[in-house]
């Protein structure tokens, strides 16, 4: 996983503005003159001996932020640079309070904190400590900018590659909290959910993420799925029923309310809304997928059922009548008849399915093994054979 919701620019320089003018204390005249000379030391303790003549002194205040973001990124130790972000964010704070304008000063703080955030990201594919670093760098934007989102996203982003997926739930839902309008926010916050079997909490969050982009695949998909684990089974029937009252022609709504139908073992109403969402998307893998399974499981149920004829009629024959024989035999072969234009229909779809997820460099092995059986019971052996190795039954 590498995403990032924001993209910064790098900043060339540092050109802060909290501090311009005049002061007529010689400790922040001092101190001034130390920043330009890179003393940080110096200036921080001329600042300081300023502040404790003078605590309510504005410039005081805003060029001790200026010497501490300076300085915080001459620090590579993580815990020491913090301290003085936080530190910087007081006093910048402090300043502004008293009535000191700040300039751009926060906005560059925030970009340069953002930008080692990203940095310490992209090390992480060689030293994943990186990414905790990179979480603790975009939480320090966050503290210099709390209104933005990004930090939270991209902080659950950096928490979920170093493994610390529980963790990352925290970023996750501050942004969530705040506003935020990517999808992937709210599939990755769930997924976590999910993990944890708080069901119920991905539910929640993905019908939020549903009011946020309606028409968003990922998000419709991980929704049904989340019903299904929280066993919301009435619940999402009834909604999706709705939903494709109101518009007939959604393809998500067709094949979330078709797959649920599938799940519940009515294939005929499940072929009914499957076969809806591929016609409105012939090239929708998931839907033919489960148009071919709701096929092919409604002729299993008719293999079962001569199975269980069979048994019976082999257990009574000598009781029965050869009218009554003769009826069962009918019964049973229509049956069989069934049983096999079922897995004709299914075989259509499947191979449509395979075609699709390979086209997009899926792993069609589950897909390969329906088609299997649904090729074997048509009597299509060499067709069975050429996709035997993808269903994991080739010879070794």
């Known amino acids: 996983m590498k995403r990032f919701s924001i993209l910064i620019a790098v900043f060339v320089g540092f050109v802060l503005m909290g501090a311009d003018g005049c002061s007529s204390d010689p400790n922040v005249e001092g101190a001034k003159l130390d920043l330009r000379n890179k003393d940080y030391d110096r200036a921080l303790e001329n600042v300081n001996t300023a502040l404790e003549n003078d605590p309510e002194n504005p410039v005081a205040h805003a060029l001790k932020g200026d010497i501490l973001l300076e300085m915080a990124f001459t620090v590579e130790d993580v815990d020491e640079h913090t301290t003085m972000i936080n530190d910087m964010v007081e006093s910048y704070s402090k300043a502004a ?27 992480g594919s060689n030293d994943i400590d990186q990414y905790s670093d990179s979480y603790q760098y975009f939480m320090n934007a966050a503290t210099i900018a709390p209104d933005s989102t990004g930090p939270y996203v991209n902080g659950g982003y950096a928490l979920m590659n170093a493994g610390r997926t529980e963790d990352a739930a925290m970023p996750f839902e501050k942004a969530v909290e705040m506003g935020d309008t990517d999808p992937q926010t709210y599939v990755y916050l769930a997924s976590i959910y999910q993990m944890k079997e708080n069901y119920a909490d991905a539910v929640a969050i993905l019908e939020k993420a549903e009011g946020v982009d309606p028409g968003n695949i990922e998000v419709q998909t991980q929704l049904l799925n989340a019903y299904q684990m929280a066993g919301m089974f009435d619940r999402a029937m009834t909604k999706y029923k709705q939903k494709i009252q109101e518009e007939p022609d959604n393809k998500l709504y067709q094949y979330n309310y078709g797959s649920l139908l599938l799940e519940n073992e009515d294939y005929d109403n499940a072929i009914i809304h499957l076969s809806k969402a591929v016609e409105l998307d ?25 199975n269980e004829m069979d048994d019976e009629l082999r257990a009574n024959r000598s009781d029965m009548s050869s009218a009554e ?36 460099d899926g792993d069609p ?21 050429s996709i035997a190795s993808c269903a994991g039954y080739d010879e070794e």
Do not use: H, W
């Not at 071919?292 to 079962?304: I, P, T």
């Not at 035999?329 to 079922?342: G, T």
């Not at 092995?365 to 054979?385: D, H, R």
């Open 365 to 385: 092995a589950g897909i390969c093994v329906a088609l299997y059986a649904a090729y074997v019971q048509t009597n299509q052996l060499e067709s069975a054979q």
């Open 282 to 306: 012939p090239d929708y893998a998931n839907a033919n997928y489960n148009l071919g399974a709701a096929y092919q499981n409604k002729a299993v149920g008719y293999a079962e059922q001569v």
């Open 325 to 360: 024989i003769k009826t069962a035999e009918d019964e049973i072969n229509a049956l069989i008849e069934l049983k096999k234009e079922n897995f004709s229909m299914a075989i259509g779809p499947l191979e449509r399915a395979k075609e699709l997820t390979e086209m997009n």
């Open 97 to 123: 309070s008293l009535g000191q304008e700040l300039g751009n000063a926060m906005q560059v703080a925030y970009a340069q904190e953002f930008q080692r955030g990203v940095q310490a990201f992209n090390r």
